[in-house]
């Protein structure tokens, strides 16, 4: 059995499952390898459009596999550093990705697991997912950048709840506390981020790189915003692209885009 499934559409819309299934998709080393393998090979992959990731069976992902966690025990600091930094770096590339990118999130996103949703640009879940950060819990420390992605997703007062009291939130409070996009009945979950997904991967893909570009530097004041603007909107306007989405919008027709 494949640690990921890895599904082309031909709209360029790519899923990538986690298939793990009765580990309830924890980060195995097996699981690790192939995740770095699928994600060097999407991000050469010219035709792919968006990748949306998830899991199969009831869990998105238990993250870090805690049998792994444990046998580190003996390790010495340093070792465990060079380590940790290998598994985060190497489960977080999904943000080296140029293309847009969604979690769906149809069950329990734990640790480590719910931290690669976060990573993700989009995220949706099912009303009834757990997402949770149970590190201290465990005796550890967050990792896989949960300091700074909770934070950054869901706000300071929520990231210190979720980190320092174990709270459990389900998609749809998740949703209402504003940590993901939205949430969707379980069953209606992965129908409505298909057509998210097919939304995205519509759009004209030099603009849309750019914006996530622009999305991920943290502007930190207007004035830095509107220089960035300038030099990338420019980048677009002389695209062949543009032209097709004037035309179309003219033509009251879908535009076809080439990203050039």
Not at 49 to 69: E, M, N, P
Not at 208 to 231: F, G, I, S, Y
Request: proline fraction near 3%.
């Amino acid at each position: 059995m494949s640690e990921l499934l890895v599904d082309h559409s031909d709209n360029g819309v790519v899923w990538v499952t986690f298939n793990q299934p009765d580990r309830r998709n924890a980060m195995t080393d097996a699981m690790t390898r192939r995740w770095s393998e699928t994600m060097a090979e999407l991000a050469g992959d010219k035709t792919v459009r968006c990748v949306v990731v998830t899991g199969a069976g009831s869990a998105f992902s238990a993250g870090g596999d805690l049998s792994w966690i444990a046998g580190g025990a003996d390790a010495s600091v340093p070792d465990l550093r060079d380590r940790m930094l290998t598994f985060y770096r190497t489960w977080l590339s999904v943000t080296n990705l140029e293309v847009p990118t969604i979690a769906a999130v149809n069950g329990a996103a734990v640790g480590a697991g719910l931290c690669v949703a976060l990573a993700c640009d989009l995220v949706y879940a099912a009303d009834d997912a757990k997402l949770l950060a149970p590190f201290t819990s465990l005796g550890l420390h967050p990792g896989m950048a949960a300091t700074y992605l909770l934070p950054r997703a869901g706000g300071a007062r929520l990231a210190r709840e979720m980190l320092l009291t174990g709270r459990v939130l389900t998609g749809t409070e998740a949703a209402s506390e504003g940590l993901i996009n939205r949430s969707f009945a379980g069953n209606e979950l992965r129908a409505a981020v298909h057509e998210i997904a097919t939304k995205v991967a519509t759009t004209a893909p030099i603009a849309a790189k750019l914006t996530k570009v622009a999305l991920n530097r943290d502007h930190h004041d207007l004035e830095a915003a509107l220089r960035w603007e300038a030099l990338a909107q420019p980048v677009t306007m002389a695209s062949a692209d543009m032209l097709e989405g004037l035309s179309a919008h003219r033509e009251r027709r879908v535009p076809k885009f080439t990203g050039s």
